[in-house]
Protein backbone atom coordinates (compact mmCIF):
# COMPACT_ATOMS: atom_id res chain seq x y z
CA UNK A 1 0.00 0.00 0.00
CA UNK A 2 1.47 3.36 -0.59
CA UNK A 3 2.29 5.72 2.53
CA UNK A 4 -1.19 7.42 3.09
CA UNK A 5 -3.58 8.93 5.89
CA UNK A 6 -5.96 10.49 6.79
CA UNK A 7 -3.22 13.24 8.21
CA UNK A 8 -1.89 13.54 4.74
CA UNK A 9 -5.24 13.74 3.12
CA UNK A 10 -6.08 16.81 5.28
CA UNK A 11 -2.82 18.38 4.95
CA UNK A 12 -3.40 18.12 1.27
CA UNK A 13 -7.28 18.82 1.18
CA UNK A 14 -6.52 22.14 3.23
CA UNK A 15 -3.69 23.08 0.75
CA UNK A 16 -6.26 22.42 -1.98
CA UNK A 17 -9.03 24.82 -0.40
CA UNK A 18 -6.58 27.32 0.62
CA UNK A 19 -5.46 27.54 -2.94
CA UNK A 20 -1.75 26.95 -1.85
CA UNK A 21 -1.40 23.93 -4.43
CA UNK A 22 -3.07 22.86 -7.13
CA UNK A 23 -2.85 18.90 -8.63
CA UNK A 24 -1.77 17.21 -5.74
CA UNK A 25 -5.44 15.89 -4.64
CA UNK A 26 -4.80 12.97 -6.95
CA UNK A 27 -4.11 10.33 -4.62
CA UNK A 28 -7.21 11.15 -2.62
CA UNK A 29 -9.66 10.41 -5.25
CA UNK A 30 -8.62 6.90 -6.23
CA UNK A 31 -10.00 6.04 -2.52
CA UNK A 32 -13.35 5.84 -3.61
CA UNK A 33 -13.31 2.92 -5.58
CA UNK A 34 -16.53 2.67 -7.31
CA UNK A 35 -15.95 6.32 -8.76
CA UNK A 36 -12.69 5.10 -10.60
CA UNK A 37 -14.26 1.19 -11.63
CA UNK A 38 -17.51 3.68 -13.35
CA UNK A 39 -14.66 5.11 -15.82
CA UNK A 40 -12.82 1.97 -16.00
CA UNK A 41 -16.74 0.13 -17.01
CA UNK A 42 -17.15 3.33 -19.24
CA UNK A 43 -14.06 2.39 -21.11
CA UNK A 44 -14.50 -0.96 -21.27
CA UNK A 45 -17.70 -0.69 -23.28
CA UNK A 46 -15.78 1.95 -25.35
CA UNK A 47 -17.44 4.56 -24.61
CA UNK A 48 -15.01 6.77 -22.87
CA UNK A 49 -11.28 6.53 -21.76
CA UNK A 50 -9.39 8.07 -18.83
CA UNK A 51 -7.08 8.98 -20.89
CA UNK A 52 -8.16 8.52 -24.72
CA UNK A 53 -10.56 10.16 -26.57
CA UNK A 54 -10.61 6.24 -28.14
CA UNK A 55 -9.42 3.35 -26.26
CA UNK A 56 -9.70 0.75 -29.56
CA UNK A 57 -6.91 2.87 -31.42
CA UNK A 58 -4.49 2.30 -28.93
CA UNK A 59 -5.53 -1.92 -28.48
CA UNK A 60 -5.36 -2.03 -31.66
CA UNK A 61 -1.76 -0.43 -32.35
CA UNK A 62 -0.68 -2.45 -29.20
CA UNK A 63 -1.93 -5.92 -31.03
CA UNK A 64 -0.22 -5.61 -33.92
CA UNK A 65 2.90 -4.28 -32.12
CA UNK A 66 3.13 -7.57 -30.21
CA UNK A 67 2.56 -9.40 -33.73
CA UNK A 68 4.69 -7.50 -35.57
CA UNK A 69 7.90 -7.12 -33.60
CA UNK A 70 9.89 -9.63 -32.62
CA UNK A 71 12.03 -8.60 -30.51
CA UNK A 72 9.17 -8.97 -28.08
CA UNK A 73 9.67 -12.62 -28.41
CA UNK A 74 13.40 -13.15 -29.66
CA UNK A 75 13.77 -16.95 -28.88
CA UNK A 76 17.42 -16.31 -28.11
CA UNK A 77 16.68 -13.36 -25.16
CA UNK A 78 12.88 -13.61 -24.47
CA UNK A 79 11.14 -11.72 -21.85
CA UNK A 80 11.39 -13.27 -18.77
CA UNK A 81 9.22 -10.98 -17.10
CA UNK A 82 6.49 -7.49 -17.47
CA UNK A 83 5.63 -5.34 -15.55
CA UNK A 84 3.35 -2.53 -16.18
CA UNK A 85 1.81 1.05 -14.49
CA UNK A 86 -1.87 1.25 -14.38
CA UNK A 87 -2.98 -1.63 -15.92
CA UNK A 88 -7.12 -0.79 -15.48
CA UNK A 89 -8.61 -3.93 -17.09
CA UNK A 90 -5.90 -5.59 -18.21
CA UNK A 91 -7.23 -5.23 -21.97
CA UNK A 92 -4.13 -3.62 -23.13
CA UNK A 93 -1.50 -6.16 -21.72
CA UNK A 94 -3.08 -9.48 -22.76
CA UNK A 95 -1.04 -9.10 -26.60
CA UNK A 96 2.32 -8.71 -24.84
CA UNK A 97 0.98 -12.26 -22.37
CA UNK A 98 -0.89 -14.37 -24.41
CA UNK A 99 1.94 -14.38 -27.14
CA UNK A 100 4.63 -15.43 -24.90
CA UNK A 101 5.41 -18.90 -24.08
CA UNK A 102 8.41 -17.76 -21.80
CA UNK A 103 6.95 -15.04 -19.23
CA UNK A 104 7.82 -16.54 -15.91
CA UNK A 105 6.38 -13.31 -13.33
CA UNK A 106 4.25 -9.89 -13.66
CA UNK A 107 3.93 -7.30 -11.58
CA UNK A 108 1.30 -4.69 -12.03
CA UNK A 109 1.64 -1.26 -10.31
CA UNK A 110 -0.67 1.22 -9.26
CA UNK A 111 -1.27 3.57 -6.43
CA UNK A 112 -3.22 0.77 -4.62
CA UNK A 113 -3.22 -2.83 -5.12
CA UNK A 114 -7.00 -2.81 -5.95
CA UNK A 115 -6.45 -0.41 -9.15
CA UNK A 116 -5.28 -3.67 -11.12
CA UNK A 117 -7.23 -5.86 -9.90
CA UNK A 118 -9.65 -6.72 -13.10
CA UNK A 119 -6.12 -6.71 -14.76
CA UNK A 120 -5.14 -9.40 -12.76
CA UNK A 121 -8.12 -11.70 -12.91
CA UNK A 122 -8.07 -11.43 -16.67
CA UNK A 123 -4.26 -12.48 -16.75
CA UNK A 124 -5.15 -15.05 -14.28
CA UNK A 125 -7.68 -16.63 -16.56
CA UNK A 126 -5.86 -16.87 -19.55
CA UNK A 127 -2.57 -17.71 -17.84
CA UNK A 128 -2.88 -19.64 -14.36
CA UNK A 129 0.46 -20.59 -14.12
CA UNK A 130 2.30 -17.00 -14.06
CA UNK A 131 2.66 -15.54 -10.85
CA UNK A 132 1.51 -12.00 -10.46
CA UNK A 133 3.33 -9.36 -7.87
CA UNK A 134 0.67 -5.98 -7.12
CA UNK A 135 2.04 -3.13 -5.97
CA UNK A 136 0.78 -0.16 -4.50
CA UNK A 137 3.59 2.22 -4.48
CA UNK A 138 3.62 5.95 -5.70
CA UNK A 139 5.52 5.55 -8.83
CA UNK A 140 6.77 9.20 -8.88
CA UNK A 141 8.88 8.27 -5.37
CA UNK A 142 12.21 8.23 -4.78
CA UNK A 143 12.16 4.51 -3.02
CA UNK A 144 11.25 2.63 -6.22
CA UNK A 145 13.18 -0.51 -6.21
CA UNK A 146 13.66 -3.47 -8.58
CA UNK A 147 11.48 -6.02 -8.64
CA UNK A 148 12.95 -8.68 -10.99
CA UNK A 149 16.04 -10.33 -10.31
CA UNK A 150 16.79 -11.63 -13.56
CA UNK A 151 15.57 -12.11 -16.94
CA UNK A 152 14.99 -9.68 -19.78
CA UNK A 153 12.31 -7.43 -18.69
CA UNK A 154 9.57 -6.06 -20.88
CA UNK A 155 7.65 -2.35 -19.08
CA UNK A 156 4.86 -0.99 -20.39
CA UNK A 157 3.28 2.38 -19.74
CA UNK A 158 -0.19 2.93 -21.23
CA UNK A 159 -3.20 4.75 -21.49
CA UNK A 160 -1.99 8.27 -23.23
CA UNK A 161 -1.00 10.33 -19.76
CA UNK A 162 2.36 9.36 -17.77
CA UNK A 163 2.66 13.26 -16.35
CA UNK A 164 0.41 13.86 -13.71
CA UNK A 165 2.33 16.45 -12.02
CA UNK A 166 1.08 17.88 -8.62
CA UNK A 167 3.47 20.84 -7.72
CA UNK A 168 2.16 23.63 -10.51
CA UNK A 169 1.09 26.53 -10.42
CA UNK A 170 -2.94 27.24 -10.50
CA UNK A 171 -5.03 27.19 -13.67
CA UNK A 172 -5.22 30.89 -13.64
CA UNK A 173 -1.51 31.17 -13.86
CA UNK A 174 -1.51 29.41 -17.16
CA UNK A 175 -4.18 31.32 -19.00
CA UNK A 176 -2.04 35.06 -17.76
CA UNK A 177 1.27 34.14 -17.91
CA UNK A 178 1.42 31.18 -20.50
CA UNK A 179 4.28 32.65 -22.69
CA UNK A 180 6.45 33.45 -20.02
CA UNK A 181 6.15 29.88 -18.27
CA UNK A 182 6.94 27.93 -21.75
CA UNK A 183 10.78 27.92 -21.31
CA UNK A 184 10.65 25.72 -18.02
CA UNK A 185 10.02 22.45 -19.26
CA UNK A 186 9.10 20.64 -16.21
CA UNK A 187 7.53 17.69 -18.16
CA UNK A 188 10.58 16.66 -18.89
CA UNK A 189 11.76 16.72 -15.68
CA UNK A 190 9.18 14.71 -13.98
CA UNK A 191 9.19 12.53 -16.95
CA UNK A 192 12.39 11.88 -16.06
CA UNK A 193 11.92 10.88 -12.68
CA UNK A 194 9.12 8.39 -13.19
CA UNK A 195 11.71 6.74 -16.44
CA UNK A 196 14.05 6.75 -13.32
CA UNK A 197 11.74 4.56 -11.08
CA UNK A 198 11.01 2.59 -14.33
CA UNK A 199 14.80 1.69 -14.90
CA UNK A 200 14.55 -0.18 -11.17
CA UNK A 201 12.72 -2.50 -12.37
CA UNK A 202 15.43 -3.95 -15.01
CA UNK A 203 18.02 -6.39 -13.72
CA UNK A 204 20.08 -7.09 -17.31
CA UNK A 205 18.14 -5.66 -20.34
CA UNK A 206 14.83 -5.04 -21.80
CA UNK A 207 11.98 -3.15 -23.48
CA UNK A 208 9.50 -0.58 -22.21
CA UNK A 209 6.47 0.88 -24.23
CA UNK A 210 4.97 3.90 -23.98
CA UNK A 211 1.90 5.29 -25.27
CA UNK A 212 1.92 9.35 -25.98
CA UNK A 213 -1.05 10.46 -27.32
CA UNK A 214 -0.84 12.66 -30.49
CA UNK A 215 -4.51 13.91 -31.26
CA UNK A 216 -5.33 16.97 -30.84
CA UNK A 217 -6.59 18.87 -27.93
CA UNK A 218 -10.34 18.97 -28.91
CA UNK A 219 -10.55 15.15 -28.44
CA UNK A 220 -8.74 15.08 -24.93
CA UNK A 221 -10.99 17.37 -23.75
CA UNK A 222 -14.01 15.32 -25.05
CA UNK A 223 -12.56 12.46 -23.06
CA UNK A 224 -12.79 13.86 -19.79
CA UNK A 225 -16.36 15.47 -20.19
CA UNK A 226 -18.48 12.92 -19.08
CA UNK A 227 -20.31 12.57 -15.77
CA UNK A 228 -18.59 9.34 -14.78
CA UNK A 229 -15.43 11.67 -14.85
CA UNK A 230 -17.04 14.39 -12.82
CA UNK A 231 -17.49 11.96 -10.52
CA UNK A 232 -14.08 10.23 -9.89
CA UNK A 233 -12.42 14.17 -9.65
CA UNK A 234 -15.40 14.93 -6.73
CA UNK A 235 -13.83 12.11 -5.31
CA UNK A 236 -11.20 14.36 -3.58
CA UNK A 237 -13.82 16.49 -1.37
CA UNK A 238 -16.05 12.71 -1.12
CA UNK A 239 -13.23 11.39 0.63
CA UNK A 240 -13.53 14.35 3.54
CA UNK A 241 -17.02 12.87 4.43
CA UNK A 242 -16.06 9.07 3.91
CA UNK A 243 -13.23 9.93 6.22
CA UNK A 244 -16.01 11.70 8.58
CA UNK A 245 -18.28 8.15 8.73
CA UNK A 246 -15.37 6.39 9.78
CA UNK A 247 -14.55 8.67 12.56
CA UNK A 248 -10.84 9.67 11.16
CA UNK A 249 -12.11 13.04 10.43
CA UNK A 250 -14.11 15.62 11.65
CA UNK A 251 -16.26 17.50 9.43
CA UNK A 252 -19.66 19.41 8.76
CA UNK A 253 -19.45 19.13 4.98
CA UNK A 254 -21.76 16.99 3.33
CA UNK A 255 -21.85 15.05 -0.54
CA UNK A 256 -24.97 17.30 -1.40
CA UNK A 257 -23.32 20.04 -0.15
CA UNK A 258 -20.10 18.81 -2.56
CA UNK A 259 -22.48 18.50 -5.60
CA UNK A 260 -24.61 21.33 -5.25
CA UNK A 261 -21.78 24.16 -4.82
CA UNK A 262 -18.82 22.55 -6.47
CA UNK A 263 -18.43 21.97 -10.45
CA UNK A 264 -15.90 19.44 -12.19
CA UNK A 265 -14.10 22.11 -15.15
CA UNK A 266 -11.40 20.25 -17.30
CA UNK A 267 -9.41 23.61 -18.38
CA UNK A 268 -7.18 22.92 -21.36
CA UNK A 269 -3.88 24.18 -20.58
CA UNK A 270 -0.69 24.89 -22.62
CA UNK A 271 2.46 24.59 -20.72
CA UNK A 272 4.98 24.26 -23.46
CA UNK A 273 4.45 24.95 -27.26
CA UNK A 274 3.94 21.88 -28.39
CA UNK A 275 3.17 19.67 -25.41
CA UNK A 276 -0.43 20.07 -23.35
CA UNK A 277 -2.78 18.98 -20.86
CA UNK A 278 -6.08 19.28 -18.64
CA UNK A 279 -6.36 20.59 -15.19
CA UNK A 280 -9.28 18.73 -13.55
CA UNK A 281 -10.56 21.82 -11.63
CA UNK A 282 -13.30 21.81 -9.43
CA UNK A 283 -14.96 26.13 -9.60
CA UNK A 284 -17.10 26.72 -6.58
CA UNK A 285 -20.50 27.97 -7.66
CA UNK A 286 -22.06 29.72 -4.93
CA UNK A 287 -20.77 30.69 -1.23
CA UNK A 288 -20.05 27.42 1.25
CA UNK A 289 -18.48 27.35 5.09
CA UNK A 290 -17.65 23.82 6.62
CA UNK A 291 -15.21 23.02 9.12
CA UNK A 292 -12.27 20.26 9.19
CA UNK A 293 -11.45 19.32 11.92
CA UNK A 294 -12.12 22.43 13.97
CA UNK A 295 -10.70 25.05 11.54
CA UNK A 296 -13.17 27.06 9.44
CA UNK A 297 -13.49 27.23 5.95
CA UNK A 298 -15.43 30.20 3.91
CA UNK A 299 -15.16 29.51 0.22
CA UNK A 300 -16.70 31.60 -1.99
CA UNK A 301 -18.40 31.46 -5.04
CA UNK A 302 -15.52 31.78 -8.03
CA UNK A 303 -13.46 29.76 -6.25
CA UNK A 304 -11.40 26.94 -8.34
CA UNK A 305 -8.57 25.04 -7.63
CA UNK A 306 -7.38 22.05 -9.49
CA UNK A 307 -7.23 18.02 -8.35
CA UNK A 308 -5.11 16.60 -10.90
CA UNK A 309 -3.47 17.96 -13.99
CA UNK A 310 -3.05 15.58 -16.40
CA UNK A 311 -0.53 16.67 -18.80
CA UNK A 312 0.29 14.73 -22.32
CA UNK A 313 3.85 15.10 -23.51
CA UNK A 314 4.86 15.44 -26.99
CA UNK A 315 6.95 12.09 -27.87
CA UNK A 316 10.14 14.19 -28.29
CA UNK A 317 9.42 15.10 -24.65
CA UNK A 318 9.19 11.55 -23.50
CA UNK A 319 12.48 10.50 -25.72
CA UNK A 320 14.28 13.17 -24.20
CA UNK A 321 13.18 11.67 -20.99
CA UNK A 322 13.59 8.22 -21.10
CA UNK A 323 17.19 8.69 -22.46
CA UNK A 324 18.30 11.00 -19.94
CA UNK A 325 18.09 7.64 -17.30
CA UNK A 326 19.52 5.18 -19.62
CA UNK A 327 16.45 4.38 -22.19
CA UNK A 328 17.78 4.03 -25.94
CA UNK A 329 15.11 5.16 -28.56
CA UNK A 330 14.65 2.02 -30.53
CA UNK A 331 11.70 2.83 -32.63
CA UNK A 332 7.75 4.27 -32.67
CA UNK A 333 4.35 2.90 -33.96
CA UNK A 334 1.40 5.13 -35.25
CA UNK A 335 -1.72 4.52 -35.94
CA UNK A 336 -3.34 5.26 -39.36
CA UNK A 337 -5.10 8.17 -37.95
CA UNK A 338 -2.08 10.17 -36.35
CA UNK A 339 -3.75 10.40 -32.53
CA UNK A 340 -1.74 7.89 -31.02
CA UNK A 341 1.62 6.91 -30.98
CA UNK A 342 3.60 4.07 -29.16
CA UNK A 343 7.02 4.11 -28.05
CA UNK A 344 9.47 2.11 -28.18
CA UNK A 345 12.74 2.00 -26.04
CA UNK A 346 15.80 -0.54 -24.93
CA UNK A 347 17.97 -0.58 -21.64
CA UNK A 348 20.89 -2.68 -20.96
CA UNK A 349 22.24 -1.92 -17.47
CA UNK A 350 25.80 -2.41 -18.54
CA UNK A 351 27.39 1.42 -18.20
CA UNK A 352 24.44 3.38 -17.61
CA UNK A 353 26.16 7.01 -19.24
CA UNK A 354 24.22 6.62 -22.76
CA UNK A 355 21.90 9.55 -21.13
CA UNK A 356 25.08 11.94 -23.13
CA UNK A 357 24.44 10.81 -26.50
CA UNK A 358 23.15 12.79 -28.86
CA UNK A 359 19.62 11.41 -29.12
CA UNK A 360 18.65 9.58 -32.86
CA UNK A 361 15.80 11.40 -34.66
CA UNK A 362 12.60 9.23 -34.10
CA UNK A 363 11.85 6.20 -36.56
CA UNK A 364 8.04 6.27 -37.03
CA UNK A 365 6.35 2.87 -38.27
CA UNK A 366 2.87 3.14 -39.23
CA UNK A 367 0.71 0.06 -38.78
Request: aromatic fraction near 10%; charge should be negative; include cysteine.
Amino acid sequence: MTNFSAEQYEYDLKDFLRGKKGGHLDRAIYRIPENWERIVREATIGNRDYYLADPNLELRLLEKMAQDNSQFNNESRPIRALFEIGAGTGEKIMPFVEGNEDLQSIALIDYEVGLNQEAHDRIVKAKPEIPILMLGQDFSASDSVSQFSGGRVLGLILGGTIANISALPLPQFFRRQAKQFQHKDFLVESLTKRFQNAANFYHNRGELIVTVDTGDETEALAAYQGQEHADFIFGALDLAVNLSEKGLLETDLTKSQIRSCFKHDPIIVKPTQDSWGIAHTLRCMQDIDFTINGEEFFIKAGFSNSVINSFKPTPEQVQKAAEAVGFQFADSYIDETGRVTVMHFTIEKVANDRGNEKATPPLVRTL
